[in-house]
């Protein structure tokens, strides 16, 4: 049988994918728990004295909410704590009162760029988070009667806009401690600068969540420029009128009908007021005098201080590198031939490139994946640096291996053009070579959640040796080594708030202080000489450049710039500082002369010792955490569709290992009752999703089970394996169906290129034994898309689909504009059989991008637009003498509703190739993305 070739061939695929889950499974993880009186914290085996301590932070939480929020969540609130993360453990979220999370190497450096004035990065978090939860609960008015009624099925997350959402809790962290990026001095500069340009963000702009592509990103939108815009209300009209506008936003009458009309199976948007109306009662102003109130108090933020350093006189400096958005580590080759930085934007793919010290031959040379872009340029991201002989450099890459995440550390070849890696299985990053080029220094994360370690790799023997293990207090932030090899200077984040200079021996030994004060030191590099060592510091509000003259602990300042200076780098032959400045489209490359005699004589910092931050630690009762009760529902949602009249509950445990969903009802017409469970298990490290569905109703019956699990990859691919049985018996015909299922991505990258296939293999066999009849089908569907390597996002996405079938009538109907045989322009059905191949091109690019909001709610993105052409065959048997083609286009009308719904409607035509008139059509979904 022709079937069981085209099976065999799409089992073996299956296979592939199936054979990783003959892995163990067993969950050998102990989870213990500590009650608190508003808290249940639940934590790793081996992780019981931080739960000790984060058990006092929790309640000192609670209590600092409720102050300022004026809201309490009235339900044990759930916190998860692990080593690190586990598949079985969901990312952070928040969801029916619970919130799980976990602490982890990457949450402490990302922490650090987050504030590094915050005397904790435990506290940060936890505050941040429950913050948010509070805020998002926070019930008045209808959504507090629907949440008596329905319990936390009702919540109003989306309902308000993110910028208000994060900024609250992130203002909050400035209330609590005086420092955070409501305030710090890199947030400082971003709005710094837009002041300069006159230049403030319009307001449904900050307000609208949208797929932004000018600088800043989304998430700075939100993360960095939200606390601000609360500050602003906070400072000006008081906290009450904060407080007030949270009010309004949760009693939003609109909940009701949004609610409502869901109950009732109308489809529906969640419109939340509109921002001016609020404004105007809470603190009397319009959303445009409003606005006009936020753009002056910015400007009386800024004008001083902006005033204060054109005065003195700005550095000059230039921009070399055509890229901005983000930019970090420039580091000089050892002949000053070449600059290597790393650069990435909305467009380009994380990458490491090579630029001429003039701005001349800036090409990109290797992909380093996409770390360290949505924030400010993290630790872990890809700092390259040269070896002695600049003939190659190295970095840090985020290396997926198996079903591990590692920061391995790789070296570049440039006369080779390629990469090898030069670690195995560990957490580095920020690696250097030594001036002898025989070995490289790194720090690393042993034991997740654990202070990253310093070591050295010897290149000639791979082997690692410990420099400098690291108190638990202390984190390692960047180093660098003096020219003769004997010494290194260290950035180091301390617990309380501190980010000073050490000198250490490179053999390791004691810790030297350099400066101790509450500026921010970091990025220290040494000039060939070994005369200075250069650093960004923001000790006057404003991050420049500094010096430091070992020889006679002088200090100097070297920059005086608007914005910020980061990542000094001096060339080789002292004529050059390169760096990292900022400007009105985000980081940039720029160069300086190096000139020390202009330098400016400064103070030494303060020397105050810094104290060791130590948090007090609980002793309560430990007990084993059990899940009796995590199947009790938290809350209902009524439905009442067409003779339908249902209930639906649903709960899964704070591990996120169990879940179900239940709806139960009456079909009046039947004057029957009618039912649908479905439940999923989650266990092992390497987890394996169990998925049992079971339903009945006056027209017959269903029973599913279902294992599917996420195969071990890379960063660059992802797939999955899915294998289900199930029953089916509805009006008298009953069916059983077998079904593997193998999907997944690949991914290459190369500065403006990037390229994605992806696949998805279906088999099912099912019988039907009324009639003694089996049915084969098997699809396979491959697609690959090519982004256009130009300044545009424009991209070709080329598609097959193949289908084979045994038993029973024909299986595939090729035509219309929707299923897997899709052939836009012709009829459903056009063709049919038991065998169809359908190929397919289409061409998506922009056509005009507003941003604005036209009226309440509606926010118009731009327009986008997309021509394709297909083609299909069918029969039993396959033949290709009469070919089903059909072609058209599309306009794409992206819009952002009521701050946080994307929608979409889109207007097309299609044409038949022997059709005598195009067909015209009208749809609405949701935006697509231009890959």
């Known amino acids: 049988m022709r079937y069981i070739g085209f099976s065999c061939l799409a089992g073996l695929f299956c296979l592939f994918g199936f054979v990783p889950l003959v892995q163990a499974q067993s969950d050998d993880i102990q989870w213990w728990a500590i009650d608190t009186e508003h808290f249940e914290l639940i934590f790793e085996d081996g992780l019981e004295e931080k739960a000790q301590e984060m058990a006092l932070i929790l309640e000192d939480i609670y ?81 507090q009667w629907l949440q008596n009624l329905f319990g936390s099925s009702v919540i109003t997350v989306l309902h308000k806009s ?116 609020v404004l105007k009662p809470a603190i009397g102003v319009s959303g445009q005098e409003f606005h006009q109130g936020f753009s002056d108090w910015l400007n009386l933020q800024f004008e001083e201080q902006i005033n204060q350093i054109q005065t003195e006189g700005v550095t000059e400096s230039q921009k070399i590198s055509p890229l901005t958005h983000w930019v970090n580590k420039p580091a000089w080759s050892p002949t000053g031939e070449w600059i290597v930085f790393l650069q990435t934007d909305d467009i380009r793919t994380t990458q490491l490139r090579l630029i001429r010290s003039d701005g001349s031959e800036d090409h990109s040379v290797v992909t380093t994946g996409s770390n360290g872009t949505v924030r400010s340029p993290l630790a ?60 490289i220094v790194f720090a690393a994360n042993e034991e997740p959640d654990e202070s990253p370690n310093l070591f050295r790799l010897d290149l000639e023997t791979n082997e690692t040796s410990l420099i400098k293990e690291m108190p638990e207090h202390l984190l390692l932030d960047s180093w660098t080594v003096s020219p003769d090899g004997t010494q290194l200077t260290l950035s180091i984040w301390a617990l309380g708030g501190y980010q000073d200079l050490y000198m250490m021996p490179i053999e390791g030994g004691e810790l030297t202080p350099i400066t101790q004060d509450l500026a921010s030191d970091f990025n220290p590099t040494w000039t060939s000489d070994g005369e200075y060592v250069l650093y960004s510091s923001d000790g006057d509000g404003v991050n420049n450049i500094y010096a430091y003259r070992p020889s006679d602990n002088s200090f100097f300042k070297v920059t005086n710039v608007i914005s910020g200076a980061y990542h000094p780098t001096v060339s080789p032959d002292l004529d050059q500082i390169a760096f990292v400045g900022f400007g009105s489209q985000g980081y940039e490359l720029r160069t300086m002369n190096y000139d020390p005699s202009e330098w400016k004589s400064i103070p030494p910092p303060s020397q105050t010792p810094i104290p ?106 992802s797939h999955s394996f899915n294998f289900s049985l199930s029953r089916m018996s509805f009006s008298g015909m009953e069916r ?35 009639e003694d009849l089996w049915q084969h089908q098997a699809i396979i569907d491959l697609q690959h898309d090519i982004r256009i390597p130009i300044e545009t996002t424009t991209a070709l996405s080329l598609n097959l689909v193949a289908g084979l079938a045994e038993g029973g009538p024909p299986s595939f109907r090729v035509g ?109 979904g949701f935006p697509g993305s231009i890959f």
């Open 380 to 439: 872990f991201s890809a700092k390259p640096a040269w070896a002695p002989d600049g003939e190659s450099f190295i970095y840090v890459y985020n290396d997926f291996r198996g079903e591990e995440n590692f920061t391995n550390v790789f070296e570049y070849n440039l006369q080779m053009g390629k990469s090898k890696r030069l670690t195995e299985g560990v957490l580095a990053y920020n690696a250097i070579y030594t001036p002898d080029g025989q070995s």
């Open 63 to 143: 209590d600092f909410w409720d102050i300022n929020l004026g809201f309490i969540i009235p339900a044990t609130f759930q916190y998860v704590l692990a080593k690190k993360f586990h598949p079985s453990v969901n990312p952070p979220f928040i969801s029916k009162w619970q919130y799980e999370g976990r602490s982890s190497e990457g949450a402490r450096v990302g922490h650090e760029w987050w504030n590094s004035r915050s005397p904790s990065f435990r506290d940060a978090i936890l505050y941040h988070e429950y913050g948010h939860a509070v805020d998002i609960f926070k019930a008045e008015g209808v959504t």
């Open 736 to 770: 059983f169906s077998i079904a593997p299922r193998w999907g997944g991505s690949y991914s290459s990258s190369r500065d403006l290129l990037r390229q994605r296939t992806r696949w998805n293999i279906n088999n099912s066999h099912n019988f039907i034994p009324n």
């Open 162 to 277: 993110l910028a208000i959402i994060e900024g609250t809790a992130i203002y909050g962290e400035m209330i609590r401690t005086g420092h955070s990026r409501a305030n710090d001095p890199r947030e400082s500069m971003m709005m710094r600068q837009r002041v300069l340009d006159n230049d403030i963000f319009p307001l449904d702009q900050l307000l609208y969540q949208y797929q932004r592509t000018d600088w800043p990103p989304p998430y700075m939108m939100t993360h960095n420029v939200g606390p601000w815009l609360v500050r602003y209300i906070s400072e000006t009209y008081g906290t009450e009128a904060m407080l007030d506008i949270l009010d309004r936003l949760a009693a939003d009458p609109l909940h009701l009908l949004y609610f409502t009309l869901n109950a009732f199976g109308i489809f529906s948007l969640p419109i939340s007021a509109n921002w001016g109306s």
């Open 612 to 717: 060791v931050y130590q948090r007090e630690k609980a002793n309560l009762p430990v007990r084993a955490y059990n899940n009796n009760n995590w199947w009790v529902p938290d809350g209902w949602l009524p439905s009442f569709i067409g003779n339908q009249v249902s209930a639906s509950f649903g709960s899964k445990n704070a591990l996120s290992q169990y879940n179900y969903s239940l709806n139960i009802g009456y079909d009046l017409t039947q004057s029957k009752p009618f039912y649908n469970l479905s439940m999923d298990t989650v266990q092992g490290f390497s987890p394996m999703t169990t998925t049992v569905s079971i339903g009945e109703s006056a027209f017959g019956s269903q029973q599913r089970i279902s294992f599917s699990k996420t195969l071990p990859g890379e960063q660059a691919l």
């Open 816 to 924: 219309g504009r929707f299923g897997p045989f899709a052939v836009r322009g012709q009829q459903p059905g056009s063709g049919m059989g038991h065998q169809a191949l359908v190929a397919g091109a289409e061409f998506r690019f922009p056509l005009w991008s507003l941003n604005r909001e036209i009226f309440w709610p509606v926010f118009v993105q731009g327009m986008n637009g997309k021509v394709f052409a297909e083609a299909g065959f069918a029969g039993s048997p396959l033949t290709f003498d009469q070919p089903i083609i059909g072609y058209g286009g599309e306009l794409e009308l992206a819009l952002s509703l009521s701050y946080n719904v994307q929608f979409s409607l889109k207007v097309g035509a299609t044409q038949a190739l022997d059709g005598e008139s195009p067909e015209f059509y009208f749809d609405f």
